[in-house]
């Protein structure tokens, strides 16, 4: 009886609570809670999109609530990786959802290209963002940029014994010391443009001499901790998760260095954030706006004056005050509408390191 | 004569045939029909797999299961079942034990405290103790964490069961000059066999289902490897290769335990006072005993929701970001309900089948259901997301498919309870209500419905539970923009916002508390089964 | 007190001696059934039946070649019962004879497989008619009374009322239930109290309250008094015995207690293997039973191989009248233990070869003589001479083993045809 009692009792608490929250916070599933007394006085966009998101949630989330305040349309965001969203868009095919498509990377963003599956961005839009940070295609467009680099503990590495190139790093003497986080959409992204200009031979060599040498994270951000704490000597990632880190407290990057690899090497790519609207939408003046928004000035300050240190490519934005500028990155040329990630996951899975 | 009167005294299964009669009528057979639905629903998980395995073709299937990856996960699953498992059997049978047999001090205490890691879900273990050791990682790692996690999985049944044993057996022992130990080997723990398979089978199922946790610590087996893939390819070959392996793994558990469970499936519901048994007294043993069990809560319990209470404070009042925060809660909290809800109305065709008309039909019914709630979420996940796409695109990325999956997921829970609940309302209270003019469907409600209610609000409460902690069916299945806390709490934590993700940690704890003490009690009940 | 008849008088016939028999017929076989049935073989022969005792002409309830069968085993195989109205009728037999499914038939739980049952002259079940056993309005107390655990006394006897239905409402159902209870001889008080809070007794009261309070007219218990103890049976059952009678509720009773059958009815009927083997009235039945199997499921009977010739039976107890001889010749004879006496003058000789003392009598058992008919040599017609057969006496001191005891036998006895 008591059980039974405590059972119901605990049923009808989590009910009632259930229901007074939801009557004092209102509906409680879209991301943008930003001001809801939008005034819709921005232009004639309205209603609702969906965002199919691949770049870090709070970068995004600033966009939407910027965006939401100047125009009141709502946007409903669901989170993923690159790939996993990618596959999805183009599993779901003309039942997708989604309005926009977001990326950290470009391979994905080719992947829905190369499946039919954007609309023409607009010319408002491409004509903000600079040519070497949009395919010729015309069919989506960058939005952000970041650059691969190696963080490595002082400590453990003097200058002398860094790598010279990406490549190095298969070579026996690496073996142990370095890291990554090949599951993440952001290192396929660097495989995927070791690919383009390396062709596959060499990248398959270099998979398997990882596969020997790396120690594997989930996660740029635990790769860069594990260098930090002293597990490993070094690791390949993108800058922003230092500069990010070092904003914050710093616990996670205090003792670590960046290093640009330069030199048009294959460890200086620079990847391209995309941003794509989908032929399928059902708002898509909206969905333009929103890309439009994101590249124009507003959301490109985002990017220069936010906590993302993600590098501004548009609008003649520039990038935050603390990175490396990106014309000295002297970043590998790369068409972004030559990346396969279909081909690197096949790679990837054949070296076993999917 | 007399054992005419033994007979009719021993219950209610005399020879008239109650519930014995193969030709139900009709309100049965509705229900029948409702429950072969039920089934039939629950294998599209099964079928799924084995129609993707079919369909990737045979040599591709070879190709992506026979190679070098796949031989590392294989050993990591494998080496991870054969350690843990043996240890939670041995730290749960040894708790259960101390607490249930011995003149332990504070057993009460420890009873509760011993069941207390379940209300922490494995991958907020794993993230308390790689707060605590960041450069945990790997095989050891993985066996620690998980067989802290896991323990009550059989510990519990075990000290149900140890509660119920027949003093009068180890007395016979007793006088037949058999010592302690001796005792102990030859005569409880075979009494413990259901307990004991019953519990390894639960461990080894939420060890091959387990992604938080591992993923972590960078511990790599097959659902890692599966949810990588997903993320890489969302419904490739090579994930749904994966994926068969483990099921494969999963049936070959599930046959283990019910062909070593043997002949004994003998379940004793109901009231009967049974002698007490005479606790062994400690004496000597009384101290390390103590120390033991604080050492084991202590690594278990308290580590965990030291670091969360901990980070909680560090994160300020900032991380309980009342637009993100709040509505992971109601999420969660509404996700729970409704996923209580369906599956307790679900269950109740197949328990009542069960109960009132047991045979084949009903066992194999119970079987396809077992055998879909053996399968891990993000099995499950994989199957409902393709299906929803391809078969019924109007119900992709909707709510109800992650309650559907909820419900498959979960059902064997509900139905345990309900099974017992349903076995206190035998048909003669019905048939009495019927006799003095109810008609029949208000005889069943007021009888029966009345009287199984609070057994199947126990379910309910073990469902809301599970639900409450799922990670990867959600992460898989929940419609865009929907996060619960467990979403939430992965989301910050793979990001090493582990300040951030503490308040979610915390309320999840605190939801599962009081669900836990439920089980807890609910196991002394259902002991044997 | 009859005289046994003189054996000289007797028309003598051809006929094997036998050899001792004991008291109690081997284990023998059922003979197949026609039907093809799984069903283990019982050791009780193929009953026969009696036509009832008294036709009733105000019949309350008709059952007519009733069948039931769980798959392939056939439980009930052609019952034909009438039961009168206001009467009482114990359904009496060993478990597994189908007593509690033919209840079950009346009160509408179940369907038949063929026949019909009819209440008050309108069809309920069978030949296409049914009745769902709510709207029967019979009353049914089943074995364990089936409280209802979660109402408390009160609520389980107020549950048939319906409170639209009596006048006065909420107020009138309280003080029915009160009558009810005080009807069963329940404190009224109790009303509040739960069931799990009351004993054994209590709680079949209770239930009988419950059944009656929709007022009846037939009454329906299966074993209600089995999981009493042995004291409160008796005491219980002459309570539930005075209700039903004052109130005039036809009743059914289903038990495999004879004696309580016995003292319960007003009619019995004997069931075994399915069908009724005798219907009668309770002292026909015990003093007269139709076959064997009856005989011996209704008490202990004496069994004796003996000689039939016209109406006399010619045994090891002499010559004993038979009012309705089955057949002649080889016959077995039955006799109740009462009938056997210890008297000084009695004609049979006995040796006791040993005694039983349960207090208010002692079971003697005796080896009985070879009778001088057959001790002289001569004729081996008739079987008989040293059986043990045991009998009853209320002194203990008068028999001790190795005494010799002359015995009288007193009344008539039951014979029947030998079974094959």
């Known amino acids: 009886m008591k059980i039974r009692n405590s059972a119901l009792a605990g049923i009808a608490l989590a009910a009632s609570a259930a229901l007074g929250l939801t009557a004092c916070a209102g509906s409680g599933t879209p991301a943008s809670t930003g001001s809801s007394a939008a005034s819709a006085s921005g232009g004639a966009v309205s209603g609702e999109i969906t965002v199919y998101n691949a770049q870090h949630e709070s970068l995004t989330k600033e966009w939407i609530d910027a965006f939401t305040a100047e125009t009141g349309v709502k946007v409903t965001m669901r989170q993923g990786s690159d790939t996993e969203l990618s596959n999805q868009i183009i599993q779901e095919g003309a039942a997708s959802p989604a309005d926009v498509f977001l990326t950290e990377n470009s391979p994905a963003m080719t992947q829905v290209e190369n499946a039919d599956l954007f609309a023409d961005v607009d010319k408002a839009t491409t004509e903000q963002v600079p040519e070497e940070f949009r395919p010729s295609t015309g069919k989506w467009t960058g939005i952000a940029a970041r650059s691969t680099v190696l963080v490595y503990d002082k400590a453990k590495l003097t200058e002398d014994q860094l790598p010279k190139s990406m490549l190095d790093l298969a070579k026996p003497e690496w073996k142990g010391k370095w890291a990554a986080s090949p599951t993440g959409a952001d290192f396929q992204a660097i495989v995927s443009a070791l690919l383009e200009l390396k062709g596959e031979a060499a990248t398959e060599e270099w998979l398997a001499g990882m596969k020997e040498n790396f120690k594997a994270y989930k996660g740029n951000s635990t790769a860069m901790k594990a260098v930090n704490a002293g597990e490993v000597d070094a690791a390949l990632i993108y800058h922003y998760y230092y500069y990010g880190d070092q904003a914050k407290t710093g616990e996670n990057s205090r003792n670590v260095t960046p290093y640009y690899f330069k030199n048009q090497d294959p460890g200086a790519f620079v990847s391209i954030s995309g941003g794509g609207v989908l032929k399928t939408s059902k708002n898509e003046a909206a969905a333009q706006a929103f890309l439009k928004f994101i590249t124009g000035k507003k959301g490109q300050e985002v990017l220069q004056n936010g906590t993302s240190f993600e590098y501004a490519i548009a609008s003649d934005v520039p990038a935050n005050e603390k990175l490396v500028p990106i014309a000295d990155l002297q970043a590998p040329t790369v068409d972004p509408a030559k990346l396969n990630s279909e081909k690197v996951t096949d790679l990837m899975t054949k070296a076993g390191l999917l | ?529 | 007190m009859i005289e046994q008849a003189p054996i000289e008088q007797a028309p003598i016939q051809k006929a094997a001696m036998q050899k001792a028999v004991t008291q109690k017929a081997p284990i023998q076989r059922a003979p197949a059934d026609r039907a093809a049935v799984d069903q283990a073989p019982s050791r009780l022969p193929e009953p026969r039946i009696n036509p009832s005792v008294a036709t009733s002409t105000d019949s309350h309830l008709v059952i007519t070649d009733v069948t039931r069968n769980f798959g392939s085993q056939s439980v009930l195989k052609g019952v034909n019962l009438s039961i009168a109205r206001g009467g009482t009728t114990a359904i009496v037999g060993p478990s597994g004879s189908g007593k509690t499914t033919l209840l079950r038939l009346i009160a509408g739980f179940d369907h038949p497989v063929t026949g019909s049952i009819s209440l008050n002259g309108a069809r309920v079940a069978g030949d296409g008619a049914w009745v769902p056993a709510h709207k029967r309005h019979i009353g049914y107390v089943a074995q364990d009374g089936a409280l209802f655990p979660h109402l408390s006394v009160g609520k389980n006897v107020a549950f048939g009322l319906d409170p639209a239905k009596l006048p006065g409402g909420r107020r009138a159902v309280e003080d029915r239930v009160r009558e009810l209870l005080e009807m069963v001889s329940l404190d009224p008080d109790m009303a509040k109290r739960r069931p799990h809070e009351l004993s054994g007794g209590q709680q079949q009261r209770v239930a009988l309250a419950r059944a009656l309070a929709r007022e009846p007219e037939l009454m329906l218990l299966d074993e209600p008094f089995s999981a009493l103890d042995a004291g409160l049976r008796v005491a219980t059952r002459r309570a539930v015995a005075n209700v039903l009678n004052k109130a005039g509720v036809t009743t059914i009773l289903v038990t495999h207690d004879q004696a309580e059958a016995l003292s319960f009815a007003d009619q019995v009927a004997v069931m075994r293997g399915g069908k009724l083997a005798q219907i009668g009235n309770p002292f026909v039945v015990y003093t007269r039973p139709a076959d064997r199997a009856t005989a011996e499921f209704l008490g202990d009977a004496v069994i004796l191989d003996a000689w039939m010739e016209g109406s006399l039976a010619t045994c090891s107890l002499g010559g004993i009248p038979v009012r309705r001889p089955p057949a002649q010749g080889r016959v077995q004879l039955m006799l109740r233990p009462e009938q056997i006496r210890i008297a000084e003058d009695g004609p049979i000789r006995g040796v006791v070869v040993d005694t039983d003392y349960f207090g208010p009598e002692t079971t003697v058992r005796l080896k009985l003589a070879v009778p001088p008919e057959l001790a002289s040599g001569g004729d081996h017609r008739y079987p008989g001479g040293g059986e043990i057969i045991t009998i009853r006496h209320w002194n203990a001191s008068i028999a001790r083993p190795g005494m010799e005891l002359c015995l009288r036998v007193v009344g008539e006895g039951v014979a029947f045809p030998i079974e094959p």
């Open chain 2, 1 to 529: 004569m007399t054992s005419d009167l033994s007979a009719s005294l021993r219950g209610s299964t005399t020879t008239a045939g109650r519930g014995n009669s193969p030709r139900p009528p009709f309100g049965v057979s509705a229900v029948s029909v409702l429950a072969v639905l039920i089934a039939l629903f629950s294998l599209v998980p099964l079928g799924y797999v084995v129609y993707m395995t079919v369909a990737t073709g045979w040599d591709t299937a070879v190709e992506l299961i026979f190679r070098p990856r796949v031989t590392e996960l294989l050993l990591n699953t494998l080496l991870l079942m054969a350690v843990t498992v043996p240890l939670c059997l041995l730290l749960g049978v040894a708790g259960a034990w101390l607490v249930e047999r011995t003149t332990l001090r504070g057993r009460k205490i420890w009873a509760v405290l011993l069941a207390a890691p379940l209300a922490i879900p494995a991958f907020v273990n794993s993230y308390g103790w790689v707060s605590a050791v960041p450069s945990m990682g790997g095989l050891g790692s993985g066996v620690l964490i998980a067989t802290l996690s896991y323990f009550p999985l059989v510990y519990i049944p075990a000290a149900a069961s140890l509660s119920r044993l027949d003093p009068a057996i180890e007395q016979s022992a007793a006088a037949l000059g058999l010592g302690a130990w001796p005792t102990f080997f030859r005569v409880v723990l075979p009494q413990l066999r259901i307990a004991m398979t019953g519990g390894a089978l639960l461990v080894g199922l939420h060890l091959l289902a387990e992604y938080g946790a591992f993923a972590m610590i960078r511990f790599d087996t097959f659902t890692t490897a599966i949810m990588t893939q997903y993320q890489s390819t969302f419904n490739g070959a090579a994930g749904n290769m994966l994926a068969s392996v483990l099921v494969f793994f999963c049936l070959l558990l599930l046959l283990a335990e019910v062909r070593s469970r043997g002949t004994a499936r003998y379940a004793r519901i109901g009231s009967g006072a049974q002698a007490r048994a005479l606790r062994l007294p400690l004496r000597g043993y009384q101290v390390p005993a103590q120390v033991f069990l604080l050492a084991l809560t202590a690594l278990a319990v308290g580590l965990p929701l030291y670091f969360v209470v901990r980070w909680t404070v560090a994160g300020g009042p900032q991380a309980w970001a009342a637009d993100e925060f709040l509505p992971a809660l109601l999420s969660t909290l509404g996700y729970g309900l409704a996923g209580a809800l369906a599956t307790t109305v679900v269950a109740f065709p197949m328990a009542y089948l069960a109960v009132r008309h047991p045979g084949w039909f009903s066992k194999s019914l119970e079987l396809s259901n077992y055998i879909t709630s053996s399968l891990p979420g993000i099995v499950v996940g994989l199957a409902f997301v393709t299906v929803s796409i391809r078969v019924v695109p109007g119900m992709y990325q909707t709510a109800g498919v992650l309650v559907a999956a909820y419900v498959l997921l979960f059902l064997p829970r509900a139905l345990v309870n309900l099974r017992a609940g349903l076995s206190q309302a035998p048909k003669e209270l019905d048939e009495a209500a019927q006799a003095l003019g109810k008609p029949p469907l208000l005889a069943f409600i007021r009888v029966t419905l009345r009287l199984s209610a609070p057994a199947a609000a126990g379910g309910a409460a073990l469902v809301f539970l599970a639900i409450a902690n799922e990670l990867t069916a959600t992460l898989l299945l929940s419609p865009n923009g929907t996060r619960t806390l467990a979403t939430e709490f992965w989301s910050k934590s793979s990001e090493i916002d582990y300040a951030g993700a503490a308040p979610y940690a915390l309320l999840m704890i605190l939801l599962s508390a009081p669900m836990t003490y439920l089980l807890f009690q609910q196991s002394k009940k259902v002991a044997g089964q």
